[in-house]
């Protein structure tokens, strides 16, 4: 077997906006790509709500000026995305990995996402909007954590916790998910001339910034691993905030924890790490500091 892509979505989505006929969003509710969304988004945003109620919330957002860029996005990925990710994904995997699962072309749902065996790009994210070729990176890091899932034999990070330990594993598994994730397009994105599209990669060039996000990541991550008894408080819950939407902290620090293993200790140990528990991908290097001038 190897991986499916399916563009069912986005063309139902497309003729939907094109006509305004509901008959298109009940069949869209009805695709393997909704069921996928449905499980991400029940398991991450707490989501009660039946497919049809969500395949509506998202179409409805979608503006009807979006239509060209989607279409546009849509031939994009078919030209550009299919089969070509994930061969560039595998360098960043163990050998012998298989994706197994689906890619899912959908409209209006987060930028893309991963469960377990399946993940998912929206072709009506404003991203793509505005620059269809960051479809092929944001590909490459969303097979990845596909990937990244299967090397941990299918366990998925979850938020409930509770205690300031169970915290620390959450943000190793996190840290090392997405940083791998950003990593893995890297290269692709120095060779296209496209580090500069995108704040994460326009921070791993800035040696100051990245000096000053790798302590402030650090300051927050000894702060649960050193109280792994302590229960989590308010306080506790919007430092997970800068790691993630706040600071994207375990993506920029993630992935330069990646390109500092991979450079020091070579890509072999940086592709073992995947089957091992996340925090040995902290600790490889965590005593080091990861200084950005090293």
Avoid at 63 to 82: G, M, T
Avoid at 106 to 111: A, E, K, Q, S
Wanted: glycine fraction near 6%; proline fraction near 3%.
């Amino acid at each position: 077997m190897s991986l499916i892509y399916d563009f069912t979505f986005a063309e139902l989505a497309i003729k939907f906006l094109e006509s305004d006929n509901a008959e298109y969003i009940h069949a869209i509710a009805k695709t393997d790509a909704t069921a996928h969304i449905m499980n991400h988004a029940a398991r991450f945003s707490g989501w009660s709500g039946s497919p049809l109620e969500l395949v509506t919330e998202l179409l409805i957002s979608i503006r009807k000026e979006s239509l060209p860029n989607i279409v546009r996005n849509l031939a994009f990925a078919h030209e550009h995305v299919k089969n070509n990710a994930e061969n560039i994904a595998l360098q960043f995997l163990p050998k012998g990995t298989e994706f197994l699962g689906t890619m899912f072309f959908t409209c209006g749902y987060d930028i893309g996402v991963a469960y377990v065996e399946n993940c998912s790009l929206n072709l009506a994210h404003p991203k793509f909007l505005a620059d269809a070729c960051e479809l092929k990176y944001y590909a490459v890091h969303e097979l990845h954590h596909v990937g990244f899932v299967t090397c941990k034999g299918g366990a998925m990070p979850s938020l409930a916790v509770s205690t300031r330990g169970e915290m620390a594993e959450l943000i190793a598994y996190l840290t090392h998910l997405e940083g791998m994730g950003t990593f893995a397009p890297l290269a692709l994105r120095e060779r296209d001339g496209a580090l500069n599209r995108d704040n994460d990669y326009v921070a791993l060039q800035d040696n100051a910034q990245l000096d000053e996000l790798v302590r402030e990541y650090f300051d927050i991550y000894w702060h649960f691993k050193n109280n792994p008894d302590e229960i989590l408080t308010d306080e506790d819950w919007q430092k997970l905030g800068l790691l993630s939407d706040g600071k994207r902290l375990w993506y920029i620090v993630g992935a330069h924890m990646a390109r500092v293993i991979d450079e020091c200790f070579g890509r072999e140990r940086l592709l073992s790490l995947l089957s091992e528990p996340s925090v040995n991908f902290i600790m490889q290097i965590a005593d080091e500091r990861l200084p950005a001038s090293r």
